[in-house]
C-alpha cells in the first residue's frame, strides 16, 4: 500500500491506449488503460512460472436492493459456467483442465473478482478464456436450477456458525434499511427464485469494460500483456453511462439512538460481546481510515492499555478490534469474549476505556511509531505471494482507489496523537452503537438486556 512509481517506457504501446490522468500504482506494477475504459495492471515476478489473471468489478452487495440481495454472488458461481465459447460447463472445466488451470472467484461488498492461475506458456489462452466468460456468459435456466441450491448452501453453512445469529442481528441494527448493502450472502428465497433475465438485468447494469479492473501478475513481460489484452478486449464496448451515477447508492443513514440485544443459541458454547459503530468511508475521510488501522493495531496488543485493562483482569479470554474498509461506510467493531461469571463488569469496563480512548497519555509514542513499522512490515510481506497481492490490488481499486493502496504507508506514517483523538471522538466516544450478546442455551445466564447494559 504504499510504494514508488515506476515510470513507464514512452514506447510501451502507448499507441493502443487513450490518454488519461494515470493513477500511481505500486512499484513492479505497470498500468494502461483501453480505449473502452478498462484498466489494466500487469505485476511482472519472475520467481516462479505461474501468472495469474484477475478480473474485479465494481458490483457486489452494495448495489443491491432487497429483491436482488444475493444474486451479485450467484452471478459470479453462473460465470463459471457455460457462455458464448464454451456451450456447457462440462466444456468449461475440460478446457481449464486443458489449460491446467486453478480457478475461483469472490463476492464482497463493493466488488466482485473472477481468477485463474495457470502456467504462464497458457498466460494468452487464459485471457481469452477470461474475455469469453467476463463478456459472453449464457445464463442458462438448467445451470440457474443446480447453482441456486450450491449457493444456498453456503448460505446455510455460515447460519451454522455458533456467531452469526449476532452478527446478523447487529447487521439488521447497523445498517437499518441498507442491510441488503452488506449483506454478502444474500437472501435464501431470492436466491432460490433468481432467473436467468435478473442475471441478464446485472450483467447489463454493471459488467462492462469501464466498471473493470483486469490484472495480470507473475512471469510475464508487461508490454507483451499490454498489447495481447488490446487485441483480445479492446473490441468489448464501454458502457453509454456511468453505473455508480446511473445506479446510485443509497447513503448510510446514521444511527438514531443505541441498541442492544442479548442472544440465546444452541450453536453457542461461550458468549461473545460486540459493539459496533458506523465508521469512515473512503470517499469522504481518507485521513480516518489511516488513524483507524494504526489505532486498531495498538489496541489489539498485548500491552495495550485495553488488554490490560479487561485481559488481564480475568474480565475477558480475548479482546479484538478492528476497522472494515469501505466506500460506503466502514464498520467499527469491539468484540470481547467475556469471562461468562463477570459479563455485566466486563462491559462496563469495556464503556471506562471506550471513555479514555481520547486521553493523551492512553496510547504512548513508542506504540505509536511501533504500530506504524509492523504495519508497514505487514503490507510488504502480503506482497510475498502473487495471488494475495492481486487481490489486495483489486481491493483497493474498487472501494478506494489505486492510489491510496499506493500511498498507504507513506499517510499512514503521518498519523498523530491528535489524529487518535480525532477519530475517536468523531466515530466513537459518545456516539451512537449497536451492542449484543450472544449466550449458550440453556447457561442460566440473565437474558434482559437491561441486566448487562443499563447503567
Not at 460447463?89 to 473472477?114: H, I, P, R, W
Not at 499490454?226 to 443509497?250: L, M, R
Not at 450453536?267 to 483507524?292: K, V
Request: aromatic residues 14%.
Amino acid at each position: 500500500m504504499y510504494y514508488k512509481l515506476i515510470l513507464l517506457p514512452l514506447f510501451a504501446c502507448l499507441f493502443f491506449f487513450s490518454s488519461f490522468a494515470q493513477p500511481k500504482v505500486p512499484e513492479h506494477v505497470f498500468y494502461q488503460k483501453l480505449d473502452n475504459g478498462l484498466e489494466v495492471m500487469v505485476l511482472e515476478d519472475h520467481t516462479i512460472p505461474f501468472s495469474t489473471i484477475e478480473i474485479a468489478c465494481k458490483n457486489g452487495s452494495f448495489t443491491e436492493d432487497n429483491e436482488y440481495n444475493g444474486l451479485s454472488h450467484l452471478y459470479e458461481h453462473m460465470f463459471f459456467k457455460a457462455n458464448k465459447e464454451y456451450k456447457s460447463q462440462e466444456d468449461f472445466l475440460k478446457a481449464t483442465d486443458k489449460l491446467d488451470m486453478a480457478y475461483n472467484g469472490q463476492t464482497l461488498e463493493e466488488s466482485v473478482t473472477y481468477y485463474f492461475t495457470l502456467p504462464k506458456e497458457n498466460t494468452v489462452k487464459g485471457l481469452e478464456f477470461m474475455n469469453a466468460a467476463i463478456r459472453y456468459p449464457k445464463f442458462k435456466k438448467s445451470d440457474m436450477l443446480e447453482e441456486n441450491p450450491i449457493v444456498n448452501a453456503e448460505f446455510q453453512r455460515q447460519e451454522s456458525s455458533p456467531y452469526f445469529v449476532l452478527i446478523d442481528t447487529l447487521n439488521h441494527l447497523l445498517w437499518g434499511n441498507n442491510y441488503s448493502r452488506k449483506n454478502i450472502i444474500g437472501n435464501h428465497d431470492v436466491i432460490l427464485s433468481a432467473t436467468p433475465e435478473k442475471m441478464e438485468i446485472i450483467k447489463n447494469k454493471f459488467y462492462y469494460p469501464n466498471n473493470c479492473l483486469l490484472i495480470v501478475a507473475g512471469d510475464v513481460e508487461h508490454s507483451e500483456i499490454f498489447s495481447k489484452v488490446d487485441n483480445i478486449y479492446g473490441s468489448w464496448k464501454s458502457s453509454t453511462f456511468d453505473p455508480a451515477k446511473e445506479y446510485p447508492v443509497p447513503e448510510i443513514e446514521p444511527l438514531k439512538k443505541n441498541s442492544y440485544v442479548v442472544i440465546e443459541s444452541p450453536l453457542t458454547e461461550s458468549p461473545l460481546l460486540i459493539m459496533r459503530w458506523h465508521g469512515p468511508d473512503m470517499r469522504n475521510d481518507i485521513q480516518g481510515t489511516y488513524t483507524a488501522d494504526v489505532f486498531s493495531y495498538i489496541l489489539n496488543q498485548r500491552m495495550s492499555r485495553l488488554t490490560q485493562a479487561l485481559q488481564e483482569t480475568g474480565l475477558a479470554n480475548d479482546i479484538q478490534i478492528n476497522y472494515y474498509s469501505q466506500k460506503y461506510v466502514g464498520p467499527i467493531t469491539f468484540s470481547v469474549s467475556p469471562n461468562p461469571a463477570k459479563i455485566k463488569e466486563c462491559y462496563q469496563a469495556m464503556q471506562k476505556e471506550i471513555a479514555q480512548w481520547d486521553d493523551d497519555n492512553y496510547i504512548s509514542d513508542k506504540q505509536l511509531e511501533r504500530a506504524k513499522r509492523i504495519l508497514y512490515i505487514t503490507q510488504v510481506e502480503e506482497r510475498e505471494e502473487v495471488e494475495r497481492y492481486v487481490h489486495l490490488i483489486s481491493f483497493w481499486w474498487a472501494c478506494a482507489s489505486t492510489d491510496y493502496y499506493t500511498f498507504y504507508r507513506e499517510n499512514m506514517s503521518k498519523v498523530t496523537p491528535a489524529d487518535i483523538k480525532n477519530y475517536v471522538r468523531k466515530y466513537i466516544k459518545g456516539r451512537f452503537s449497536c451492542t449484543g450478546l450472544i449466550i449458550p442455551k440453556g447457561s442460566n445466564l440473565p437474558t434482559d438486556p437491561n441486566f448487562y447494559f443499563s447503567k
